[in-house]
C-alpha cells in the first residue's frame, strides 16, 4: 500500500479505502490478514499458486492455469510467454511456450478445475490455486484420491487456451469493469464449456450447428467451430433474471420491449417454435429444417424473423 499511496499522490487512508471497494468488486484481492497487501489483480498475482511466466523481460507469478495462459493475450509487448509448473499429482516439470495465435501443443496433458464457479470467490485465492495442470487424466484421478476431493472438471490445452485468450480482454484499459453473469455465461458456452460445474446447461451448445449473430438478431446455421458459435443468452441465463433488448433490437424490434421474448429462434430459446423442437433436432435436422422455412418464405431474412 504505501507503494501506491507514493505512486498515485494519495493519502494512504483514501488508498486503503479505495483498495476495499476494488476488493468488494472482485477487482483485487486483499490479504485477508493484511489489507495493505494486494494479493491478486486477476491474472497477475503477488504470490506463488503453481505458475510462473516468463516474457521478454518480466517474469511473473501466474495466478491459475488460466491467468497464466491469458497472459500474452492481454500485455501488448508480449507476442508469447513461457508458462512453466509442475503436476501436483507427481511433480513432472512442464513448460509451454503461450502464444496468441494458436493453443499450446499438449499429448495428454490436462487443466483440473476443482471449485465450481458458483463457489469461486467464496476463497478465491484457494479456487486459483486448485486450477491447475496434470500430466494427463489419470494424475488427475491420482491426485483426487490422495487429496479425498472431488473430481470438479478437466478441460484439454486447447480448451484452456481459448478459455484464456479473451476472458480479461480491456483489462488494462481505463474503465474496464468485469463481465456481467450473462456476458460472462455467453463466453463460458463460446469456448465448449458446460454443465451445472460452470453455471451452464447440460448439453453443449457447441455442438448445435447455429450461431448467434450479434449483427443480426436471428440464428443462422453456421460450420463454425466451437470458439465462433454464439449462444442464445435467454436460454443460458434464465435464472439471471430479464434480459432487456439490446440496442438493435429496441431500434429494428418495437414489440421486443420490456421483458418480452425478442424474435429470435434458437435451441437455447424456451419458446422456440415448433419446427426447431427438440424432435426436429436429430442428425441434419436444424439445416434442413431452417432451409426449408426460408423456401416457404422466401420474404423472411431467416430463422429470426420467427415470432418466438
Known amino acids: 500500500m504505501p507503494e501506491l499511496a507514493t505512486l498515485t499522490g494519495l493519502a494512504p487512508d483514501h488508498v486503503r479505502r479505495e483498495l476495499r471497494t476494488l ?36 517474469l511473473w507469478w501466474g495466478g491459475c492455469a488460466r491467468d497464466s495462459f491469458a497472459m500474452p493475450h492481454l500485455i501488448p509487448d508480449e507476442r508469447d510467454v513461457l508458462v512453466t509448473t509442475r503436476c501436483p499429482a507427481c511433480d ?3 513448460a ?21 464457479m458458483s463457489r469461486a470467490w467464496d476463497d478465491v485465492v484457494h479456487t486459483c490455486g486448485n486450477q491447475r495442470l496434470f500430466c494427463s487424466t489419470d494424475c488427475v484421478d491420482t491426485w483426487l484420491q490422495k487429496t479425498g ?12 487456451w481459448r478459455l484464456a485468450r479473451d476472458w480479461y480482454t480491456g483489462r488494462l484499459e481505463p474503465g474496464y469493469t468485469r463481465r456481467d453473469p450473462v ?3 455467453a463466453y463460458l458456452a463460446e469456448v465448449g464449456l458446460h454443465g451445472s460445474f460452470w453455471g451452464l446447461p447440460d448439453f453443449d451448445l457447441g455442438s448445435f450447428p447455429f450461431r448467434f449473430s ?33 440496442a438493435y433490437e429496441a431500434r429494428h424490434l418495437p414489440e421486443a420491449d420490456g421483458d418480452s421474448v425478442p424474435r429470435r429462434s434458437c435451441p437455447g430459446h424456451p419458446r422456440r417454435p415448433a419446427w ?26 431467416g430463422a429470426g424473423s420467427e415470432r418466438a
Open 149 to 160: 476431493r472431488e473430481r470438479g472438471h478437466v478441460m484439454d490445452l486447447g480448451t484452456l
Open 23 to 58: 476488493h468488494g468488486s472482485h477487482d483485487v484481492v486483499l490479504n485477508p490478514q493484511d489489507n495493505d497487501q494486494v494479493v491478486m489483480a486477476h491474472p497477475f498475482a503477488s504470490v506463488p499458486l503453481g505458475f510462473s511466466v516468463m516474457g521478454a523481460h518480466t
Open 92 to 94: 513432472t516439470p512442464h
Open 214 to 246: 450479434g449483427a443480426r438478431t436471428d440464428c443462422a446455421p453456421a460450420n463454425a467451430d466451437p470458439g465462433e458459435r454464439r449462444a442464445c443468452l435467454r436460454g443460458l441465463t434464465a435464472a439471471a433474471g430479464p434480459i432487456r433488448p439490446t
Open 96 to 116: 509451454w511456450v503461450i502464444g496468441r495465435e494458436t493453443p499450446p501443443q499438449g499429448d495428454d496433458q490436462v487443466a483440473h478445475f476443482l471449485i465450481p
Open 183 to 185: 456476458s460472462a455465461a
Open 276 to 301: 426447431m423442437q427438440p424432435g426436429a433436432m436429430v442428425g441434419p435436422g436444424p439445416t434442413r429444417a431452417f432451409e426449408s422455412r426460408r423456401a416457404r418464405d422466401p420474404g423472411r431474412s
